[in-house]
């Protein structure tokens, strides 16, 4: 009897121990995914097959995205919750890129996009599913029914990667909810300075956008052109407020975001 009492008390204080034991709050500093896009980034290009030969970290951060409670997302300021999406959003990108590394190519989709291109994988935006907070996601309902409807700030459209030359650049540090505004902002200000993203010509008289903001208009308050005036250089922005142009889109990119191979040494 004393041992079956002995070991009734043990699985009774295993027991409570799983019980009340401190469930292990999530890194808000998003340290796995700071840590992947430092090492695998290079002027806003990824490379792929390096962290697709050994992805364990990465593996490892999407874990933790699966495993946050709803209970405690709830508890966050809102930073931290948009921060929490961009960064899933990039690293589920990243995910679906390495499953299907090499790109194969289909005739259909290479009749309208490069060959290496995200275009490429059937459904990726909206059939594969990734798991956030225990949940199943696709793509899209990360980018329109919880960041564009939910918390619709504009300047995560400068945020969000799509694996594509014709994105904003893959930041080299993960979205933190206490850095996010100089981040978002900071984005903002580089995916205007690259002349294949937006550029003002005085000459012709016109101002040339990326399609984002043909996109997703109705997104940018009160309008693209203010937005763009807002973090364009000062003489862009000045031309912008003149209102004196014609607007164009730019053509699209969608080759993929990878970064070149290192040559061998001879």
């Known amino acids: 009897m004393k041992i079956k009492y002995i070991t009734l008390n043990l699985a009774a204080a295993a027991a409570l121990f799983f019980l009340t034991a401190p469930v292990r709050a999530f890194d808000q500093s998003h340290a796995l ?4 896009v430092k090492q695998q980034l290079d ?20 874990e933790g995205l699966a495993a946050v409670k709803p209970a405690e997302y709830e508890a966050w300021p809102r930073q931290e919750k948009i921060a929490f ?18 790109i194969k190519s ?25 798991k956030a907070m225990g949940r199943e996601v696709v793509l899209n309902d990360i980018e329109h029914k919880i960041l564009r409807k939910e ?24 979205y933190t909810g206490a850095a996010l505004d100089a981040q978002l902002d900071d984005q903002a ?20 956008l990326s399609p984002i903001f043909k996109w997703f208009a109705e997104d940018f308050k009160p309008n693209a052109l203010a937005f763009v005036a807002r973090y364009a250089d000062e003489d862009a922005g000045a031309y912008l407020k003149e209102g004196k142009f014609k607007v164009s889109y730019l053509d699209y990119d969608w080759s993929l975001n990878e970064r070149p191979a290192a040559p061998r040494a001879e």
């Open 33 to 36: 995914l700071d840590k992947i």
């Open 43 to 62: 002027s806003g290009l990824f490379d792929y097959k390096g962290l697709k030969g050994a992805p364990a970290g990465l593996e490892k951060y999407l």
């Open 85 to 102: 999406w961009i960064n899933a959003y990039n690293a589920f990108t990243i995910k679906a890129i390495l499953d299907n590394y090499p």
């Open 106 to 130: 289909n005739w259909k989709a290479s009749l309208r996009y490069p060959k290496n291109s995200i275009r490429q994988i059937p459904g990726v935006w909206d059939e594969l599913k990734f």
């Open 151 to 174: 918390f619709g700030d504009a300047r995560a459209h400068m945020a969000l990667v799509c694996a594509s030359v014709g994105c904003p650049p893959l930041r080299a540090e993960a």
């Open 189 to 208: 200000r580089q995916f205007l300075k690259n002349p294949a993203k937006f550029r003002a010509d005085r000459g012709e008289g016109k101002v040339y």
